[in-house]
């Protein structure tokens, strides 16, 4: 079965970082558009960042620019999120999920919690 | 905050029909296609419908979708209980240069 596996949330004090990694098994990983997309509590999904399949094109969302990076390891078929400056809006579950044109986001991890708070 | 809008609720009986529409603009919807998404809570997102109206094999056929200019909706139709749950549409935009997601419906079966 195809799978991603997000790992790596947890607590963490305004203005700290974290770094969320997703495994995938299953499927070429190195072909893959990858991406995370974040839910806050209560709230609708927000597309965060994104790489292409050989980590040389990222995109980000205004909102964690500066902040946030994005990068792959295809050799170990895992996507990461680095995140610093850390805010309480930062506060979600984030997934990752599998990118590419047309059926963008068509797997998705089970997510990981971020709690931004002091 | 979000740049499509979708209506926060909708609701239906047992084998009607429900439709859920997703306003955006030229620089979205205009120009690119839409997803959509299914999520109950506590749950990942699932690919309900992508390329406007293209539907994975394993999602029922009773879920559809359309797009007309800089709008789009999702139809299910035979409601069912266990279509109970939140629906998203998605797009890229080409002003933002990255994807949006719609705010959100919340799908309740009387």
């Known amino acids: 079965e195809v799978q991603l596996v997000e790992s790596g949330g947890g607590l963490v004090q305004p203005g700290g970082s974290l770094r969320l990694s997703c495994a995938a098994s299953r499927f070429t990983f190195s072909s893959y558009w990858m991406h995370w997309v974040r839910q806050a509590p209560g709230k609708g999904l927000v597309w965060v960042a994104r790489i292409n399949s050989d980590g040389t094109r990222t995109n980000y969302a205004d909102s964690v620019k500066g902040r946030f990076t994005i990068s792959r390891d295809n050799a170990k078929n895992t996507v990461y999120l680095q995140m610093s400056s850390l805010r309480a809006e930062d506060t979600a579950v984030y997934y990752c999920?599998?990118?590419?044109?047309?059926?963008?986001?068509?797997?998705w991890g089970q997510g990981t919690m971020v709690n931004v708070s002091s | 905050q979000s740049v499509l809008t979708q209506p926060p609720s909708a609701s239906g009986t047992p084998g009607q029909r429900v439709s859920i529409s997703c306003s955006g603009s030229?620089?979205?919807?205009?120009?690119?296609?839409v997803k959509w998404y299914q999520q109950f809570p506590g749950t990942a997102p699932k690919l309900l419908i992508y390329?406007?109206?293209q539907r994975p094999s394993e999602v029922p056929d009773r879920f559809s979708g359309s797009k007309s200019g800089t709008s789009a909706s999702l139809a299910i139709s035979g409601l069912q209980s266990e279509d109970e749950a939140g629906y998203y549409c998605a797009t890229w935009d080409d002003s933002l240069n990255g994807f949006v997601f719609g705010t959100g419906t919340k799908v309740t079966v009387l």
């Open positions: 999920t599998r990118g590419g044109a047309p059926r963008d986001f068509d797997i």
């Open positions: 390329l406007n109206d």
């Open positions: 030229s620089s979205n919807i205009g120009s690119n296609t």
